[in-house]
């Protein structure tokens, strides 16, 4: 990757690595904790049958034994100095504040807490797999964090969660804590506002990483190993990735940005928000106009609860997701998604009633939160943050049911203007910081379901059949000898569907946003996606379906 560094910033940063404040405050912290990961997981220790042990006592409030981790003499010291000398003091600390923030430090919550409930074989296997050369990188990163989420789960269902903790999946950032202390000649740190503004200034003309977790964090390691190799080129004697990270974060604090995701005690190494780059970010991922993006993005700043409403395959659900990713700065557990569905109630989405087995076998009934009420709970522990739920087909459940009082205070937040729970007694309120997303099918015969006092409490978006998105999805996919074919296909169906029936029942662009689109062709996408909504929309005229085929496939 091509990176343009300006010969004032270069001999700028050269400066400053070559002062002692350099050393105390941004590198000889972030060495020791190098030291102490890559003992943790060198070869030797990995073959140890008690890894389990040495995780959990490693990630734990206190500094673990560094001549059990086979740290030598010299090592050890540097390892004291550096978490000695800078303003984050202690492992932990030093950690955590390479962790990004609120959903990275959660980890040194529970992982210590493993011992206790007989899972230190399970978290020794996820931190081998993590450092097994013989998979990719992607996939390895992928894999750790969702092998971490179920250890989370077993965790709590052994009982080895204190009140108040929610199950997530651990972000990111903690993961390239790991790595980049693991190996910083091959891996970054990663603070995701930072590294986008980073890519924005240094990398221009090339685009933000896109695909899973791992994915991205590849490209971001490519983007932070051309950084140092240019700073290397011109002189700058940087000695691996953790200089070349710092170099683009002191870049960044120059500019006015917005920092997010940190709770008290934590240092600036948390998520940092630039608003114009979300938006550009967002009009990256989406296939959007950037001032379509940007409209997007300051309506969801200005309200607490969105609608997102369309016909199928018009993108609700992936827009709602990139919105919220991007605007929560974080890649963990600030943003919830949850399904409403017909049997779904209060009694799951706030609170209620739950048959629990204690040990023993022994059968008791208890009050137990909702998806919504634990997101609260963290939403008002940490006000920092901006959480989001998105509620995916909002207008499949009986909504006056399953919000309750929740009609009330969605629109009066704050603690003033608090509500008694039913079932707890317990006194709530719903903070500022959630933001609810719902989407909702406007071809859904149940959206005549959405009474007024819902509706009223929601900024509606409405979405349509977007042929540009269509045709910049099938470009940078490598279909651009079908993007004009797909999307003339398409303009065709819906003009003929808007006569015939309505807005609300046209056929949105993602039925063809198929990567095999090129090898099966628009008769695959009308047979395996198409007809079947058509059939249902003309279920007794079938010979309008036919003819429609026709319109569709240029026939």
């Not at 007989?118 to 992607?138: C, Q, T, Y």
Request: proline letters at 4%.
């Amino acid at each position: 990757m091509n990176v343009t560094i300006s010969a004032e910033k270069a001999t700028a940063f050269g400066e400053t690595l070559a002062g002692e404040e350099y050393a105390r405050e941004e590198r000889d912290y972030k060495w020791a904790v190098h030291l102490v990961i890559s003992a943790l997981l060198g070869k030797a220790t990995l073959q140890r049958e008690d890894l389990g042990r040495l995780i959990t006592q490693t990630f734990s409030s206190s500094l673990p034994d560094l001549d059990d981790l086979g740290l030598s003499p010299d090592h050890q010291a540097l390892v004291m100095k550096g978490l000695k000398a800078s303003s984050t003091s202690g492992l932990r600390n030093a950690m955590g504040n390479l962790s990004g923030g609120r959903f990275g430090i959660a980890q040194f919550l529970w992982i210590p807490k493993v011992a206790e409930f007989d899972l230190e074989g399970n978290i020794a296997d996820a931190f081998r797999d993590l450092v097994d050369e013989s998979v990719g990188v992607p996939e390895r990163i992928d894999s750790f964090r969702q092998e971490l989420a179920e250890i989370m789960r077993e965790l709590e269902r052994r009982g080895g969660f204190e009140p108040g903790w929610t199950q997530f999946t651990p972000s990111l950032s903690f993961v390239a804590m790991i790595l980049g202390a693991y190996d910083p000649t091959q891996f970054s740190f990663y603070a995701a506002g930072v590294l986008r503004q980073g890519f924005e200034t240094f990398a221009q003309g090339h685009e933000w990483p896109k695909g899973s977790a791992g994915t991205r964090y590849v490209g971001v390691c490519d983007f932070v190993h051309s950084v140092f190799g240019e700073l290397a080129t011109r002189g700058i004697p940087v000695k691996d990735m953790i200089d070349a990270q710092s170099f683009i974060w002191l870049s960044a604090d120059s500019h006015e940005v917005e920092v997010t995701g940190t709770s008290s005690g934590e240092s600036k190494e948390g998520a940092v928000l630039d608003v114009e780059l979300v938006v550009k970010d967002l009009s990256k991922v989406l296939y959007w106009p950037e001032e379509r993006a940007r409209k997007l993005v300051q309506k969801a700043r200005r309200w607490n609860q969105l609608l997102f409403q369309g016909p199928p395959g018009t993108g609700k659900t992936f827009v709602a997701q990139a919105l919220a990713q991007l605007l929560s700065g974080d890649d963990g557990g600030a943003v919830e998604i949850v399904q409403f569905h017909p049997s779904y109630s209060y009694e799951d989405f706030v609170e209620g009633i739950r048959p629990t087995v204690n040990k023993g076998s022994d059968l008791a009934y208890q009050v137990q939160k909702g998806v919504f009420l634990k997101l609260v709970e963290q939403a008002v522990q940490f006000p920092e943050v901006q959480f989001f739920l998105i509620v995916d087909e909002i207008n499949r459940a009986n909504l006056p049911r399953v919000f309750g009082e929740l009609l009330f205070a969605l629109e009066y937040r704050g603690d003033e203007h608090q509500f008694r729970l039913p079932y707890s007694g317990e006194q709530a309120f719903v903070p500022n910081n959630i933001t609810v997303i719902g989407t909702m099918n406007s071809a859904d015969r149940s959206i005549s379901h959405v009474d007024v006092a819902i509706r009223r409490r929601f900024r509606h978006v409405v979405f349509t059949p977007d042929t540009h998105a269509l045709k910049g999805w099938l470009i940078d996919h490598g279909l651009a000898g079908m993007a004009d074919t797909a999307a003339d296909a398409l303009d065709a169906l819906n003009s003929e569907l808007s006569e015939l029936l309505d807005v609300d029942r046209l056929i949105g662009q993602t039925y063809l946003m198929r990567s095999d689109l090129g090898d099966v062709g628009l008769r695959a996408v009308w047979d395996d996606d198409i007809e079947p909504v058509l059939n249902e929309h003309f279920f007794n005229q079938p010979d309008e379906v036919l003819r429609l085929r026709g319109v569709f496939l240029g026939l």
